[in-house]
């Protein structure tokens, strides 16, 4: 498998400067005492913000200084042919930064922060497909004042690094059978074959190892819940119980996906363990009783748990999909959670996993300011503790493209090279696609129905 190229654009170790003026003005709060902010904006993508942390002026930034990400920007070969095309207003691409003192926000519909400058950053992207490039790593003056003492001071590293990828496409919808290829370019070659199913409790086509495996996970997982869960928890259970008809018209549950290379063979799974179940009073699946997924792979002549996917419906106005996707090292350990955010329910977007720092749908990423304990993993900045079994590489991991409702999804997937080392690598996270894009059917709201190819004919929904 060829991968495809891509750059990792990155900005951090922000910090700032500001001199004490000789008169201040009353109304002029010092950075020091109140945080400031960047907006900072590619051409073609999402603006993203950070914190911009004070930095006193007697002090001196060490060389050796760990890089903090305030920002990360992935461009595709597409995207970085897009940037280069000259224009009439600039001749290089330009990442710009507007710095902000006062807080982020706004208060009766004015910004609450003030600017105090801006600052541009020209980048040249030809050969970073294939080689590191630092564009900027120092100081630089921010503000209306010229004099290098009396002006602001602003610092950041921008750099740009290969992050090559392969990147996989499904010929349809999960739920249909598809078959995955793989894209390069022009080029699409199949590599995998789907096979979506319904597992019963009966069920022995997919084999007795499969089967006993499920049904101790199953224990597990709603023994994991429990411990989370609220002390009502178990009350909204028992008064979920009713009628065999009742209880099937509001849950969604047994649907698995199988995905086999071109031979034929099994080499990764998604199976849903947990029912998505609508909470008592409501339509929809809560997020303090979410529906769970089993990414397993074959290993030793039976299949092993790799990671879990736990999904729920938002409630508010952004009446999203919630999730969370926790690496299951081995059946004695802790899981590590590796992401969790939201996805728009209406208009889809992007399932993310990036050790660098937390991205959402919205492309946002939110640089990490501390990291839990390591019995205790809650974010990707646990893994340099080594609980990652490729703890030697950061960044990127992988990315899954979905749809909203009602539209037709195909899944783009993205996964990095440093985390495939054979194919079954690549078919765990080609089931974890499948599995968030499912997910957005299984938490659908109750009140409506599903497609004929969701539908189990052991179950009925409500219309």
């Known amino acids: 498998m060829d991968p495809c190229p891509f750059v990792r654009l990155t900005v951090g170790n922000l910090a700032l400067k500001i001199p004490v003026a000789s008169k201040p003005a009353r109304s002029v709060v010092h950075p020091s005492l109140s945080p400031c902010f960047c907006k900072i904006r590619l051409k073609n993508f999402p603006l993203q913000t950070a914190v911009v942390p004070y930095f006193p002026l007697e002090n001196q930034f060490p060389d050796n200084q760990q890089q903090t990400l305030a920002a990360t920007f992935h461009l595709s070969k597409a995207d970085i042919d897009k940037l280069a095309q000259k224009s009439i207003f600039s001749a290089k691409p330009c990442l710009k930064i507007a710095v902000y003192t006062g807080r982020r926000g706004s208060t009766c519909g004015v910004n609450s922060g003030c600017l105090l400058g801006k600052v541009s950053v020209p980048l040249d992207l030809a050969g970073t497909e294939s080689k590191a490039c630092v564009f900027h790593n120092g100081w630089i003056s921010v503000g209306k004042e010229t004099k290098k003492d009396s002006s602001a001071r602003f610092h950041l590293n921008v750099k740009a690094e290969p992050d090559p990828r392969f990147v996989f496409q499904f010929d349809g919808e999960p739920e249909c059978s598809p078959q995955v290829f793989q894209i390069r370019g022009n080029i699409r070659q199949p590599v995998f074959t789907c096979k979506f199913s319904f597992r019963n409790t009966g069920d022995r086509n997919q084999g007795s190892s499969v089967c006993s495996l499920l049904v101790k996970l199953t224990f597990q997982l709603q023994s994991d819940r429990s411990l989370r869960s609220e002390p009502s928890s178990s009350r909204r259970w028992l008064s979920s119980f009713g009628s065999e008809r009742e209880r099937l018209g509001k849950e969604r549950k047994g649907w698995s996906i199988t995905v086999h290379d071109l031979s034929g063979s099994p080499v990764a799974a998604a199976s849903m363990v947990t029912p998505f179940v609508a909470s008592p009073g409501s339509g929809r699946v809560s997020r303090s009783n979410p529906g769970s997924w089993l990414i397993l792979r074959p290993g030793g002549g039976t299949w092993k748990p790799w990671g879990r996917l736990e999904a729920w419906r938002e409630r508010g106005s952004s009446d999203g999909l919630g999730y969370r996707f926790e690496l299951i090292p081995d059946m004695s350990a802790a899981a590590i ?34 990291t839990s304990p390591a019995c205790s993993p809650r974010s990707s900045g646990d893994f340099r503790y080594g609980l990652w079994p490729f703890a030697v590489h950061q960044g990127f991991v992988m990315s899954a493209g979905v749809e909203g409702e009602g539209k037709c999804s195909k899944p783009r997937v993205e996964v990095s090279v440093q985390h495939v080392n054979c194919t079954e690598d690549a078919a765990a996270y080609v089931a974890l696609a499948a599995a968030v894009d499912l997910s957005i059917d299984a938490c659908r709201l109750f009140s409506q129905r599903l497609r004929k190819e969701l539908c189990n004919h052991h179950q009925e929904l409500l219309g």
């Open 337 to 370: 959670v590796l992401a969790e955010s939201t996805l728009s329910s209406s208009k889809g977007g992007k399932f993310v996993i990036d050790l660098g720092g937390r991205s959402g749908s919205n492309g946002r990423v939110t640089p990490r300011s501390a």
